[in-house]
């Protein structure tokens, strides 16, 4: 009996020692472990963040909340520049959905959003604000339902609800002080406050204000270590019509002889140059081509005046949302862009007829990225291209020095950070 068990015990051990130790069955123990510990680290290992800015980089972050238009930048010495805030009175669903969520205002996250971008920088204040134009979508709307801000007597929306949790040292538009006078916009809700806005912060903030000053590169300079950089420079290159001319600081007004009236605030959008490096970058808010691409228009084509003055450039935001009415083939031929970034947060952004133009080599010859922050399913269907249905944050990267850039799609339904995609490094100068 004891034999038999010891002869039945042995076989056992034979069998077991087969079915374990030959070559396949090792090859399936080790691919058994691996996928083990594959499970274990995804559940341990967070997926890639963003890592923080770091002295030497350029970061351009164009955010999505889903409500407008709004970039901020870190320069490579870490002076913070934040170019719009825009939250939009459109509804759903021809808005996109709110980013991440709409638990907290578009403001209350752009301002988050901006506090986390700043980790790494010597400050968490935004040194400089710009608005490229008065629009909603680009400084925040005003009605009824909008909240008192935290800390004055105005209502907060957009670039007035920014200083509830960072501060802004200074402030750039294009007709501080006087939004009364020639060319200036309508008043209405969203101006009287910006206006009380302006005042209050003033007084007890310390915030100071200035006119956008067309044709000069000694407005947005670097604050911290300007001599570590001598390759870098912002160039103003158009306001309200006026239009650097290459000169010097000399300017010319395109809109020169147009009734006040008549004047069309995308048309009047600020637009600039930033250079580090051998890496050019355009933006110009809300600038159009009505008159030439599209619908006649009595305001005069302001978007070749820039672009003939701009030249070519690595990366541009793409003008107006990509709407149906921007970004000329004039302007596209010459600034001729490897990269472009489309803020959109409407279903008609962006429009086929630019969508098309913007992939089409025979507007201008070479390769290109294009990235919109937020093509809903609709717009993609519209586009005939359900590809092209996306969401995210866009940052550019620009490497130290300026010699090359990577271009992130950054999550933005959580404040995670994880990158969805990278795209680069692309040369700089091509
Ligand atoms: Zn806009």
């Known amino acids: ?9 042995s076989r056992a051990r034979s ?21 083990c510990l594959l499970a274990l680290f995804a559940v341990a290992s967070p997926a890639a963040t963003l890592p923080p800015w770091s002295e030497g980089h350029l970061d351009i972050h164009h955010i999505n909340t889903g409500f407008g238009e709004s970039a901020f930048y870190i320069l490579p010495d870490g002076t913070s520049l934040l170019v719009d805030a825009g939250v939009s009175n459109a509804k759903r669903p021809w808005r996109a959905e709110a980013r991440p969520d709409a638990s907290r205002s578009a403001g209350e996250y752009l301002a988050r959003y901006i ?6 920088a010597p400050a968490k204040t935004i040194h400089y604000a710009m608005l490229s134009h008065f629009h909603e979508d680009h400084m925040g709307a005003v009605n009824k339902k909008t909240p008192d801000s935290r800390t004055g007597p105005y209502k907060a929306s957009g670039i007035t609800e920014i200083p509830d949790f960072v501060p802004i040292a200074k402030i750039i538009d294009g007709l501080y002080p ?14 009287n406050n910006y206006e009380k806005f302006l005042k209050w912060q003033m007084k007890n903030k310390g915030l100071a204000a200035e006119r956008f000053k067309v044709g000069v590169n000694n407005q947005i300079v670097l604050l911290n270590a300007p001599q570590k950089y001598p390759g870098f420079e ?17 300017t010319r007004d395109v809109f020169a002889g147009v009734p006040d009236n008549q004047k069309r605030e995308n048309k009047s959008s600020i637009a600039f ?23 006649p228009d009595l305001t005069p084509d302001i978007e070749t005046a820039v672009a003939e003055i701009c030249g070519h450039v690595d990366a541009m935001k793409a003008n107006h949302h990509g709407n149906y009415d921007a970004n000329s083939v004039a302007l596209l031929r010459l600034l001729s862009p490897r990269a472009i970034v489309i803020d959109t947060w409407g279903a008609s952004q962006p429009c086929m007829n630019i969508w098309r133009r913007l992939k089409d080599k025979s507007v ?3 390769p290109r990225d294009i990235f919109a922050t937020n093509v809903m399913p609709a717009t ?22 300026g010699d090359s850039y990577t271009i992130y799609r950054v999550r933005d339904t959580d404040e995670k950070g994880v990158i969805e995609t990278a795209t680069g490094p692309i040369s700089c100068g091509q």
């Open 15 to 35: 069998w077991l020692r087969k079915i374990t130790e030959t070559p396949r069955a090792l090859w399936i123990r080790n691919a058994l472990c691996s996928l």
């Open 273 to 295: 140059r930033l250079t580090y490096g051998k890496f050019k970058w355009f933006t110009g808010g809300d600038l159009d081509c009505r008159g030439v691409d599209t619908i």
């Open 380 to 401: 993609a269907l519209a586009l005939h291209d359900e590809a092209a249905e996306v969401h995210s944050h866009v940052v550019i990267r620009v490497a130290p020095g």
């Open 178 to 191: 006087d939004y009364d006078g020639p060319g200036g916009p309508w008043h209405d809700p969203k101006m």
């Open 1 to 9: 009996m004891l034999n038999k068990y010891k002869t039945q015990n």
């Open 364 to 366: 201008w010859p070479g």
């Open 234 to 250: 912002i160039r103003n290159l158009a306001a309200r019509g006026v239009v650097w001319t290459g000169k010097d600081g000399q």
């Open 115 to 120: 506090l986390r971008a700043l980790d790494g």
